[in-house]
């Protein structure tokens, strides 16, 4: 086996890992878990809801990019074939009616429930983390040990079907002489929604507090960094509320499913 084999081996049995500490219980953010592996958000709707959301997402390439859309009803993806999505993220939302009706750390009952739920992956900004890791550039909530901040913005992504919604981003801050490089680097990961969407005031985005985020946690900007915005996977979430889905099942804003694919493969 030569290295660079061995080196994918290495990084797929960790990713397994995770995923199995997180079907045994593991209930954390998994940002910097299995490093140098593609993470995915998670959104499972009716099949009568799917065709809306599949036009909403090809629409909106940048925020919801979609890495697999699994088979009515299945809960496997090509991206993980020994993973199973039904127990496999860290934490689960369910919507009803556009409303957050819980969180669970187990969906088997909800696809026993709802026999025709299509799963949507789509990229996640976790993915190009560690090439910036990697570069030298500080990832606030790794370090931290923290949730990533999301913000809803006042930017609406073009409506699909019954959808509608706004688009939501993460924030990381910057350090001002190193935005040129985050930049680059993340632009070089289009499938996983590429290079940032706003940099500097947050007032432009409509974020009224940056220390207040919609989703996930705020995280500390220190003096000399620059808060830059990418856009995120928890846009769909965000539709699902605007447009009162009836119901849905998504993971968790920060709670990624992990697969079995190298960073790698999304650099272009």
């Known amino acids: 086996m030569t290295h660079l084999m061995q080196a994918t081996a290495d990084a797929i049995a960790k990713a397994q890992e995770a995923r199995l500490a997180i079907r045994n219980g593991l209930v954390k953010p998994t940002a910097g878990m299995a490093k140098g592996m593609t993470q995915a958000n998670m959104i499972s709707l009716p099949r009568d809801w799917a065709f809306d959301f599949l036009l909403y997402a090809q629409r909106n390439p940048k925020s919801c990019p979609i890495l697999d859309v699994c088979e009515a009803g299945s809960y496997r993806t090509i991206l993980a074939e020994?993973?199973?999505?039904?127990?496999?993220?860290?934490?689960?939302?369910?919507?009803?009616?556009?409303k957050l009706a819980d969180e669970i750390t187990d969906a088997t009952k909800i696809w026993e429930q709802h026999p025709d739920l299509v799963t949507f992956l789509i990229g996640c900004s976790f993915t190009f983390e560690t090439p910036m890791l990697e570069a030298g550039i500080e990832i606030r909530h790794i370090t931290d040990n923290s949730n990533v901040p999301m913000y809803?913005?006042?930017?609406?992504?073009?409506?699909?079907?019954?959808?509608?919604?706004?688009?939501?981003v993460s924030m990381r801050p910057i350090?001002?002489?190193?935005?040129?490089?985050?930049?680059?680097?993340?632009g070089r990961f289009p499938s996983v929604h590429g290079a940032p969407v706003h940099i500097g005031?947050?007032?432009?985005?409509?974020?009224n507090d940056i220390m207040s985020p919609d989703f996930g946690s705020p995280v500390r900007i220190e003096e000399g960094?620059?808060?830059?915005?990418?856009?995120?996977?928890?846009?769909?979430?965000?539709?699902?509320?605007?447009?009162g889905v009836p119901f849905a099942l998504s993971h968790a804003p920060g709670h990624m499913f992990i697969t079995d694919v190298p960073d790698a493969a999304y650099h272009v």
């Open 225 to 243: 960094e620059i808060p830059v915005f990418w856009a995120c996977g928890v846009t769909p979430q965000a539709a699902v509320m605007r447009s």
């Open 82 to 98: 020994s993973a199973d999505l039904r127990t496999d993220i860290p934490l689960y939302r369910v919507w009803e009616n556009g």
């Open 201 to 207: 005031s947050p007032d432009a985005l409509g974020i």
């Open 152 to 168: 809803k913005t006042n930017r609406l992504c073009r409506p699909a079907g019954r959808l509608e919604g706004e688009l939501v």
């Open 175 to 186: 350090p001002a002489n190193r935005i040129a490089d985050a930049v680059m680097i993340s």
